[in-house]
């Protein structure tokens, strides 16, 4: 499995920007789809935003599709979610997976995550 570390999450008003980023501690990073989720409190976990192996194809859920952006770096062995415009209804816990075949939006199908990161968009 790979090991993989969030950071970038915090506190925003409502319209702001935050970046997150998704660390690996592997250096065939390049070969893993990378998928971004989140889960808030008493719900599932959701598709947010997945990326293939060479950043060659993106999916976006449709409640973050025109305000999120994915993107991932093979030599630094990172990927990113830049969120603008951000909204009260995307506070969340924000996980990175990592899978080796699966490119679509079952959680369930990702075996390795990272320990998550909080964001919050105050009102």
């Known amino acids: 499995q790979v090991q993989l570390v969030e950071s970038g999450g915090g506190l925003v008003q409502a319209g702001g920007s935050l970046r997150l980023s998704c660390a690996a501690s592997?250096?065939?990073?390049?070969?893993?789809?990378i998928g971004w989720f989140r889960q808030a409190p008493g719900k599932e976990r959701e598709f947010v935003a997945v990326?293939?192996?060479?950043?060659?194809?993106?999916y976006y859920a449709d409640s973050v599709k025109g305000r999120f952006t994915i993107s991932r770096d093979d030599v630094q062995n990172t990927a990113a979610l830049q969120m603008n415009n951000l909204k009260p209804e995307d506070t969340a816990i924000y996980y990175c997976?990592?899978?080796?075949?699966?490119?679509?939006?079952?959680?369930?199908?990702?075996?390795?995550w990272g320990q998550g990161t909080q964001v919050t968009v105050s009102s």
């Open positions: 997976g990592a899978s080796k075949f699966y490119s679509g939006t079952d959680p369930n199908r990702f075996p390795s």
């Open positions: 592997i250096r065939t990073f390049g070969t893993y789809v």
């Open positions: 990326i293939t192996w060479n950043g060659a194809r993106k």
